[in-house]
Each structure stands twice: as C-alpha cells, then as structure tokens.
C-alpha cells in the first residue's frame, strides 16, 4: 500500500525508500494486448517462434509496457499525500532501459522519495527514483527519475 503522508513529513522522507509494489506477472497476453494499443508489433515482442532464434531466446515485454506498468506499482508502493484530490503524471527526469523483461517473467517497482517541492500553493512536485526490478534477475528491467505533482486541498 502506497505511504500516505502529510506536506509536514515530506523532509523526514526525501532520500529513503517509501515502497516496494508486488510482483507483477508480464505474460503474452499483456505483452499482445500492448502491441495492438500502440500499434507496435515487432517480432520480438509478438511472434514466439521468430524471438526464440534472438539472443533473449524468447519475446520481450515493450520497454514502454514496463514503463507504463509503473503506474500500477506506483499505486501501491510510491508516496501519496493526505488530502489529495488529484495526481498528476508530471513525466521523467531521467529513464533508462536496462535489461529486457521475458515473456512470463515477474517485475516489482521499488520507489525512493528524491524531492518535494511546492510549486504553487498546494501544489507538491514529487520526484520518485523507481527501479523496476525482475524476479531472478541481478539487473533491473529500468530506473527512473518519476515526476509527479499531486494537487492537496
């Protein structure tokens, strides 16, 4: 469950871990179910056959399938602020691909609250480092530098 926490305890958070999401299970139905959203149906990601004779032996998740299921994590392990009425994906300082992500693999976010600033009034700019990690793996699928402003009443 993502930490709820108010404007006053932001500091005592800034540089420390806030959460860790839950396995997300990436299958070919997923993986599919992407390629046909945006259009982008590249054999490594969509044709077992042809992407079992790539060195990934297998297909691949889309880097931005990995990418967008941060938001998911993000709802149960990044930073929430008490009396929120809205978030607002605000984009990426910094995002790197760095490992591919295999058919039927598993992939966890893990956030740290970088910063919290106040751009307007009860408007707070999160910055979140995310990395994504996959089960099994010693190098993460991405990192992340996540911007996100939540609007507070």
């Known amino acids: 469950m993502a930490l709820t926490l108010s404007v006053d305890q932001l500091d005592d958070y800034i540089g420390k871990e806030v959460g860790v999401s839950d396995w997300l299970l990436v299958d070919q139905d997923r993986i599919n179910q992407f390629a046909d959203a945006t259009g982008d149906h590249q054999y490594i990601h969509v044709d077992p056959e042809r992407a079992a004779q790539t060195p990934f032996g297998t297909t691949i998740a889309h880097g931005f399938l990995t ?87």
């Open 67 to 153: 990418m967008s299921l941060m938001v998911l994590m993000g709802y149960e392990a990044s930073t929430k602020l008490q009396n929120s009425v809205m978030g607002i994906n605000y984009g990426f300082d910094r995002l790197r691909f760095i490992n591919p992500v295999k058919v039927d693999s598993k992939i966890r976010g893990r956030f740290v609250l970088l910063s919290a600033e106040e751009k307007n009034p009860n408007q707070w700019l999160l910055k979140h480092s995310v990395t994504v990690e996959i089960d099994g793996e010693e190098k993460p699928a991405l990192i992340a530098e996540w911007l996100g402003m939540s609007v507070v009443s």
